[in-house]
Every structure is written in C-alpha cells, then in structure tokens.
C-alpha cells in the first residue's frame, strides 16, 4: 500500500561498529519529515553500495513513496545495487505501514507473534582458538539458544582446502560440541571454502562431531548444482542438513536451486533478494519445493527487525539467524526497543512501520560515511 507523499531526500550511513564491522543504512526522509529506514550492509563493498545509491537515489526524489517502482531498476548480477535496492525496499515499506498506522508484519500479512532463533557467535569470537569458540557458544548457550552456528574455517581457501588444512577448524567444532548438551544443534558455516572432493570428505568428521547443519561448503554457483546435489544426499545420509544461497538475488534463482535438488534449507537475505514481496515470492517458491526457508540474518539491527518481520508473515520459516552479541551498538543504535532474545525466540516488532529506527545521538557516536542524495 503506498504512501500519498513523496521522496524529499536519502541518506546511506555507513558506521564502523567494531574493528572489522560496517554496517550500512538507508533513510528516505518525505516532504513531510516522516523517515522510513533500510539496512543495505555488504561488506567490504561499501564504495560500491555509495556509488550505486548516487545512480539511483536521484531517480527517485519527488516520487511517491511506493516501493513497487523499484523491481525494474533491481540487477540480479549486481549486488552493490540489489543491495541498495533492496534496502530501499525496506524504507519505502517502512513508510507505507507507518502511514497505514499498522506494524510492517501485519501490512505484508502477520501470521504469528514470535520467531525463533539460531545464535551465530562468529563475529563476537575475536580469540579464534578452540577455547574462544567455545567460550562464546557457552555465552550463547546460557541466554537460552538452542541452535549455535560458528564458521571455523579460517585457514581454507579454495586453493588450499583439504582436510589437512581443515584441521584446526575441525578441531574447534569439536571442543564446541564437547560443551554443548545434546539437545543444543551445532552448525556450521563453511563460507564457501572448499571444493567438491573436499566438501565431500569433510562429512564424516562433522558427523563425528555430531554437526546438525552444513552451510556454503561450496560457491552458490548453477555449474555447482550437480557436485551440491551429490554432497546434498551424502550430507543427509550423515544426519546433517545442507545449507545455502545467502546472496541471492530475486526468487528465480532459488527456484533454480531447489529444482536441481541442491539444498535442503535456503538462506535468502532481505538485504540482497530485492525487497519484501520477493522475499514473499521466494518463500512460496522453496515452500512448494519442500525446502526450509532460515532467512540469512548476521549484520545489524535494520535487517533484524526486517528480517522479524518477514518471518512472522511466511506461511512456513525454520529458525532466523542472529548475528549474536558482536556489539552492544546492535541494541544502541536503535534504542534499545528490539526485544532480546527469550529461549530462542524474540517478537515480532510492533507499533507503526518497521518498529525501530536509528537514534542520531548513539550514530553519532561512531566514524560514518554519509551519503546524501537531495
């Protein structure tokens, strides 16, 4: 439902949050001072995201606020602007729920009230030995999560991989899963750092470790489609989901991969698919597919509560990613208002639009690049 005013002026901030972390922001502010907030964080491609908003954020002032026009400006082969695009989306939502009086979730059709949640304690492990992984998934562990990722595989490379240079990842994953109680699922993220053969050897030492979840293994490229639908059945035989597609771009290319049989749960991004309704889109898809839909969730707070509000309106959703205790900017930069997290489970933001927006004051507290289209 579009909103009646129209774009006055766009603001990208991009604040350095920790030693190796940026997130990135888009506000559309209208003629009436009202904002409407996105999260467009890609990192380490920052320059790209400010170049690709300076092409099209003029394009957009004095139009109306309705995020529908943006579908045709979205490139599924660039994803610096699928980014921006896609965070637009966010913003221009935002907008319209504000102007409906009614929360994001129920404006896109909420069906439920809580989501649940996996901890992702990669970020917050600066010590990267076996004993700072598991000192964090036990920090994890005690608020209540019963599902922790962790991608230990610092010293792969495609060039390099094999399980000798898996080593030390692996035996990080072991000493978690030493602390964690049964019931706890240990996943792993693999950040595409292995090829086929090696994807394939690797199995059996995570199904040692009693690994509930293999994510990225390998590129999320079409010409991997039949290596990832051989790897898919071994990783199932071993007890082990396969995981994948975190960067994709609008709905048919996770149709592609659910018809070639490549995964088992697909990671679409509310910050890359190309807004909302694509991310609607490409939940029926993968519903109709038989494959689990865990929206791809470990930057900042923009994208948490976008990513909250998507969940709570799916027909179907398996747990959300939380990229958790990396900073306490997470809660700061937007007040404090997101709900923390309660047995694994977290609310689903209410009020008016997308239920959090950024506090000038706590922004300004950090280095940040700003962007200003007007």
């Known amino acids: 439902m579009p909103g009646t005013e129209t774009i006055r002026r766009i603001l990208l901030r991009i604040p350095t949050v920790t030693g190796k972390t940026k997130w990135a922001f888009i506000e559309v502010e209208t003629t009436s001072g009202a904002i409407g907030t996105g999260e467009a964080t890609l990192t380490l491609q920052e320059a790209a995201l400010a170049a690709e908003l300076r092409v099209i954020g003029p394009t957009l002032l004095g139009q109306p606020t309705d995020p529908a026009r943006l579908s045709r400006l979205l490139d599924p082969q660039n994803l610096p602007r699928a980014a921006i695009i896609s965070a637009l989306d966010q913003a221009l939502s935002d907008l319209c729920a504000q102007h409906a009086g009614i929360s994001l979730c129920a404006m896109i059709g909420q069906r439920r009230d ?25 920090i994890a562990l005690d608020a209540g999560f019963h599902a922790i990722k962790m991608a230990p595989f610092d010293e792969v490379t495609p060039d390099n991989a094999s399980l000798q240079t898996a080593a030390p990842g692996l035996a990080r994953i072991a000493a ?10 240990l996943y792993i993220d693999c950040h595409w750092r292995f090829t086929p053969p090696v994807a394939a050897e690797l199995v059996a030492p995570l199904r040692e470790c009693q690994v509930a979840w293999y994510e990225c293994p390998l590129v999320d490229e079409a010409d991997n489609i039949p290596a990832l639908r051989v790897l898919h059945h071994k990783a199932n035989a071993a007890g082990m989901v396969l995981v994948g597609l975190e960067k994709g771009v609008g709905s048919d290319i996770f149709e592609t991969f659910a018809r070639g049989g490549a995964y088992d749960v697909m990671m679409p991004d509310i910050k890359y698919i190309g807004g909302l309704q694509a991310m609607m889109r490409t939940g029926e898809v993968l519903r109709r597919h038989g494959v689990t839909i865990s929206p791809h969730n470990p930057t900042g707070p923009i994208c948490h509560a976008a990513s909250l509000a998507i969940c709570g309106a799916l027909e179907t959703t ?17 007040g ?17 639009g997308l239920g959090v927006a950024l506090d000038s004051t706590v922004m300004s ?3 940040t690049m700003l962007v200003t289209i007007a």
Not at 176 to 185: G, K, S
């Open 336 to 352: 404090g208002v997101l709900e923390a997290p309660q047995a694994g489970t977290v609310a689903v933001p209410g009020g008016s």
């Open 365 to 367: 507290e950090l280095p």
């Open 176 to 185: 978690v899963r030493a602390m964690l109680p049964d019931h706890v699922a």
């Open 318 to 334: 398996g747990l959300l990613e939380l990229q958790y205790d990396e900073t306490p900017y997470f809660d700061r930069l937007v």
């Open 114 to 138: 809580r989501v649940g949640l996996y901890a992702n304690i990669n970020r917050r492990t600066w010590n990267r030995s076996p004993e700072g992984f598991t000192e964090s998934a036990r």
